[in-house]
C-alpha cells in the first residue's frame, strides 16, 4: 500500500459548523503533514507530527487544529471557519528515519474545501 | 529561511519536443533535497524526480531529467518528447530533510499542443 487517503473528497461547511478532515497512511511513515492550497498557487505548509511530536507554522489561526491519534492517522479539525478559509486541503506522509534514499513525500488527493 | 523561485509562469510546448523548467533556490544548508512534483488538474500531486545535493550526479527519470548546479543554486527540468499527458502545473520543491516539509516554489503551468 502505497497511498495516502483523505476523506472527503469534498466539504461544504457553514461560519459556525464543526467538521473534521481524516487523512490515513499505511506505509509505516513516522511524519505526516497538512497543506493548505489556494486556487493558482502553491502548498503552504500548516503543520507536521513527526514521530507524534507536533511542529506549527504559526500563521495558521487557531480555527485548525490538528490531532495524531496515532502514527497512520491525521485529523484536522475546524471550528468556525471564515470565507477565505476555502482552498485544498493536502494531507502527506514521508518515511523519516530511514535513509536518504526515502526523504520524499506522498500526498493524498486533498479534500476540497469550501465555506460559506 | 529557504526560498524557490520559479520565474516561468506558464510554458508552451509542441507535442514531442523538448521544454525546460526553471527553478533557483536559496538556502545556507550542504546537505537538502530537491524535487519536481506535478500537479493535473486533478490536483494530485505526483513526484517526478528527486535530487540529492551530496549527489553529483544529476537524476533522471525516464524522459524527465535534471539539470542540478549546486553552485549556482539551479535546479531545471527537462521533459523531453513531451507527451499531452504531461499537461499540469509543475512545481520545483525543497526540503533541508528531518521532518521539515517541503517549500514550493510558485509553480510553472505547462501547457502542450497537439
Known amino acids: 500500500d502505497t497511498e495516502v487517503t483523505q476523506t472527503p473528497k469534498h466539504l461544504v461547511m457553514g461560519m459556525t459548523n464543526k467538521k473534521s478532515l481524516k487523512c490515513e497512511q499505511h506505509?509505516?511513515?513516522?511524519?505526516m503533514y497538512w497543506y493548505k492550497q489556494k486556487a493558482k498557487k502553491p502548498p503552504e505548509l500548516m503543520f507536521v507530527?513527526?514521530?507524534?511530536?507536533?511542529?506549527i507554522n504559526e500563521s495558521v489561526p487557531s480555527r485548525f487544529s490538528p490531532e495524531c491519534p496515532n502514527s497512520s492517522l491525521l485529523n484536522l479539525h475546524l471550528h468556525a471557519l471564515q470565507p477565505e478559509d476555502s482552498a485544498l486541503y493536502l494531507c502527506?506522509?514521508?518515511?523519516?528515519?530511514?535513509?536518504?534514499?526515502?526523504?520524499?513525500?506522498?500526498f493524498g488527493s486533498g479534500t476540497q474545501l469550501s465555506v460559506l | 529561511a529557504q526560498t524557490v523561485t520559479q520565474s516561468q509562469p506558464e510554458m508552451s510546448v509542441q507535442e514531442a519536443e523538448t521544454v525546460t523548467l526553471s527553478c533557483t533556490y536559496d538556502?545556507?544548508?550542504?546537505?537538502?533535497?530537491l524535487f519536481w512534483y506535478k500537479q493535473p488538474p486533478s490536483r494530485q500531486m505526483i513526484l517526478v524526480i528527486r535530487?540529492?545535493?551530496?549527489?553529483?550526479q544529476n537524476a533522471t527519470e525516464n524522459r524527465f531529467s535534471v539539470n542540478f548546479q549546486k553552485a549556482a543554486k539551479s535546479f531545471s527540468l527537462k521533459i523531453s518528447d513531451s507527451q499531452l499527458g504531461d499537461a499540469a502545473m509543475y512545481f520545483c520543491?525543497?526540503?533541508?530533510?528531518?521532518?521539515?516539509?517541503?517549500?514550493f516554489g510558485k509553480g510553472t503551468h505547462l501547457i502542450i499542443q497537439p
Open positions: 502527506a506522509s514521508s518515511p523519516e528515519g530511514q535513509g536518504p534514499q526515502n526523504e520524499k513525500l506522498f
Open positions: 506505509m509505516g511513515h513516522r511524519a
Open positions: 507530527y513527526s514521530y507524534e511530536k507536533l511542529s
Open positions: 538556502t545556507s544548508e550542504s546537505d537538502y533535497y
Open positions: 535530487q540529492e545535493a551530496y549527489k553529483q
Open positions: 520543491a525543497y526540503t533541508g530533510g528531518g521532518a521539515d516539509g517541503l517549500t
